[in-house]
């Protein structure tokens, strides 16, 4: 393989695209649509030229000449436009003459140098592919773009844009291939069984640790793209396997998979079955990585953030939210040194949300690294013991105000009336974590919903 120019392709601004409604058949559809986009357009628009590598929402491509890679560009950008408006992406490029005359022996540091490109690229908002026009007339609520069907029908009644149209469109197949909930309000009712849980739902994000490190060390050797295609579908597979043992404990009228690509997930689901979830897929996760005929790197791990919600509020803010804790989790768990699988969360109620409350709480948790100050075990035996000991919803709001207002005595004297060991100093934000989380834990036969035993 000698190829004058090796060009990096990177679908951007999926979240964007994905979220930018609260209309969950609309998300669905816009997930469904960029799906395998990258790879399905290119193929399609390829002509002569070869695919060297795709996943993960990007594809490495060779060309003959820049005059060849630049007319790719454009009748891409078209077919794109045309087929999924809305959906942008970056391309970056190198040359052959820019390196040593062994083109085998320049692929790794070639394929370095395209992601280090993009990556700068798109953090400074680089210039993408797609184009919208500026709207001569009324505008699509959500993109802003011109409106182009009006439509009457009463079940889809509105004006839409092009790119609105296709996700509704789509999401509608969806739908019907796989009979999912179609409505937040459905997955937030209350379960079968559950006569304490609220009407809250919970926004999931899933993303990989270190993906950009991993896939560069699989870039050094002969076989540079073989080893990160290697390494893309392995990774791939523990998420797919590590989400379809996941949602097993959830009921299926209560949960929805909203995006899921190479090491990002995102779902949807009732609150009292999120923290439980994001618990056993780290578990998983980290089985599967542990298992030597998986062939995964031993220092791969994943992070998790949880969004808890009301079924109105809207989606697009709550993704935010279950990202940014997702990047907490991430963050603590750099600084803390610890290569295992980590998760945080944050509670919304009306105007105000946990993350206000930054110097109470222990989060985020670890789950499957070696972290002993961020144990989850600490919160789920706190969660267990609140639930056994102070049941009643008026003592726990009571414990909860008490530690809100920083009074450890009244928390000490309140925990004692209740038949609670108040907690050592080492482990006091662990426990109004395990209170804050009783508006979306609540008791199933006795059992706390993240873990089926009690404290020790």
């Not at 079924?311 to 603590?332: L, M, W």
């Not at 706190?382 to 005595?409: E, F, V």
Request: aromatic share 8%; net charge negative; with cysteine.
């Amino acid at each position: 393989m000698n190829y004058q120019i090796l060009a990096l392709y990177d679908i951007t601004g999926i979240q964007r695209y994905i979220f930018q409604t609260s209309k969950l058949k609309d998300i669905i559809g816009a997930s469904a649509l960029v799906g395998n986009a990258l790879r399905e357009k290119i193929e399609e628009t390829l002509g002569g030229y070869e695919i060297l590598y795709t996943g993960g929402g990007s594809a490495i491509l060779g060309f003959d000449c820049r005059d060849e890679w630049k007319a790719f560009n454009t009748r891409l950008s078209k077919k794109l436009l045309m087929e999924i408006p809305g959906l942008s992406f970056a391309t970056v490029c190198n040359e052959d003459t820019n390196w040593n005359d062994d083109a085998k022996a320049a692929i790794p540091a070639r394929i370095n140098d395209l992601y280090a490109q993009i990556a700068k690229k798109k953090s400074l908002g680089g210039d993408d592919c797609s184009i919208n026009t500026l709207p001569p007339m009324a505008q699509s609520a959500s993109e802003r773009i011109p409106v182009v069907i009006m439509e009457t029908d009463p079940v889809d009644a509105g004006d839409y844009s092009h790119a609105a149209w296709l996700k509704r469109e789509e999401g509608k197949n969806a739908i019907a291939r796989f009979g999912a909930p179609t409505e937040l309000d459905k997955i937030a009712k209350k379960p079968e069984g559950l006569d304490n849980a609220e009407r809250i739902m919970a926004v999931v994000h899933i993303d990989g640790n270190r993906m950009g490190d991993l896939f560069k060390a699989a870039c050094d050797g002969e076989n540079a793209l073989q080893n990160i295609a290697e390494l893309s579908e392995r990774v791939r597979n523990a998420f797919y396997k590590s989400f379809e043992k996941m949602s097993e404990g959830i009921p299926g009228n209560h949960w929805r998979k909203i995006y899921m690509a190479g090491d990002d997930v995102t779902y949807v689901c009732h609150g009292v079955y999120a923290l439980k979830s994001v618990i056993d897929f780290l578990t998983e996760f980290n089985e599967i990585v542990s298992d030597e005929k998986n062939k995964l790197p031993p220092n791969l791990s994943v992070s998790a953030g949880i969004a808890y919600v009301k079924p109105h509020f809207p989606f697009d803010r709550a993704y935010e939210i279950a990202e940014r804790r997702c990047k907490s989790a991430k963050r603590e768990a750099r600084e803390q040194e610890d290569t295992g699988s980590w998760f945080d969360f944050e509670i919304v109620r009306g105007s105000q949300s946990t993350e206000s409350l930054s110097g109470t709480r222990m989060r985020p948790y670890c789950v499957t690294g070696q972290s002993r100050k961020n144990d989850v075990k600490k919160l789920q035996n706190w969660l267990h013991t609140i639930q056994d000991k102070a049941g009643a919803r008026s003592k726990w709001k009571a414990l909860r105000s008490a530690y809100l207002t920083g009074n450890m005595d009244s928390v000490k004297k309140l925990m004692e009336s209740c038949g609670l060991t108040p907690p050592g100093k080492d482990e006091e934000s662990v426990a109004f974590d395990a209170l804050d989380l009783m508006d979306v834990e609540v008791s199933r036969n006795g059992n706390n919903t993240s873990e089926g035993g009690g404290a020790k």
